[in-house]
């Protein structure tokens, strides 16, 4: 009866093992969507930059924008490695190193959206000071382009700052993909150590299951052989009473 419990708790052990590898993992999937709502929101604001030739305000404007993104995606970077170190499981670290990679591709797209633009708009500005007419018209036309040239170096003075900050997040995003990279090698080594344990439980619980079925099978050859150990005493027993009064 024992043996038979035995059998029955190893075979349910392994039920729940595959349960649980079935199960999905939903903080995951929550963490890779809004890493990539993030990803496409910014993507579309560098888009939007490229394309704009309006004003160095805009500009800025755009760069706000593309910023707040930015740092909401780090934000979500930063939790998932959190989570990745709690949970201490590969698929979390394996997904942060590719996001720190995508981050870094993310901010030199951003810094060179912002040079391009920025660029592009220097240019018109300067064509539409080459074309201003003669006398009081370009009097006062050479002195809105004195003042369009302040305020033109001054924004790009806003600008150059902008793309420092961007370069000193490149950096230290660079930095923690290493950080994380490193953590990860670490973590590697622990989870094969670990594969190797769990080897040697399943070797030993596969050894513990065949000698249960085999002391099982020995318990029922035993059974039957005192049953008919049994039947011969009482045969035995027969006879000598049947001897003695007949």
């Known amino acids: 009866m024992m043996l038979t419990v035995d ?3 190893l075979d349910k052990i392994q039920e729940v093992h595959n349960e649980k590898a079935e199960e999905p993992d939903e903080i995951y999937d929550n963490f890779v969507q809004n890493l990539a709502t993030y990803h496409f929101q910014v993507k579309a604001i560098i888009q939007d930059i490229l394309e704009c030739r309006d004003s160095m305000e805009s500009l800025n404007e755009l760069n706000e924008k593309g910023r707040a993104k930015i740092t909401l995606l780090r934000e979500e970077l930063e939790n998932l490695d959190a989570h990745a170190t709690d949970m201490n499981d590969q698929k979390y670290f394996l997904e942060s190193v590719s996001q720190r990679h995508l981050l870094a591709g993310l901010l030199k797209e951003f810094k ?19 074309k201003a007419g003669a006398g009081e018209e370009s009097v006062l036309r050479n002195r809105k382009k004195k003042v369009d040239r302040d305020g033109l170096l001054k924004m790009s003075t806003g600008v150059t ?11 230290t995003t660079t930095q923690r993909s290493q950080d994380t990279l490193d953590s990860l090698v670490s973590s590697s080594s622990t989870v094969h150590g670990t594969q190797a344990e769990l080897q040697n439980t399943g070797s030993t619980i596969t050894q513990s299951s065949k000698l249960l079925k085999k002391y099982g099978r020995r318990e029922f050859t035993d059974k039957v052989i005192m049953f ?7 045969a035995v027993c027969l006879y000598i009473v049947q001897k003695r009064l007949f």
Do not use: P, T, V, Y
Not at 112 to 130: G, P
Not at 161 to 171: D, H, P, T
């Open 7 to 9: 059998l029955n708790h």
């Open 112 to 130: 060179e959206a912002n040079i391009s633009s920025m660029f592009a708009i220097e240019k018109a500005q300067r064509e539409d000071l080459l």
């Open 228 to 234: 008919f150990a049994f039947l011969f005493f009482l």
């Open 161 to 171: 700052e902008q793309l420092l900050s961007i370069s000193r997040q490149l950096a």
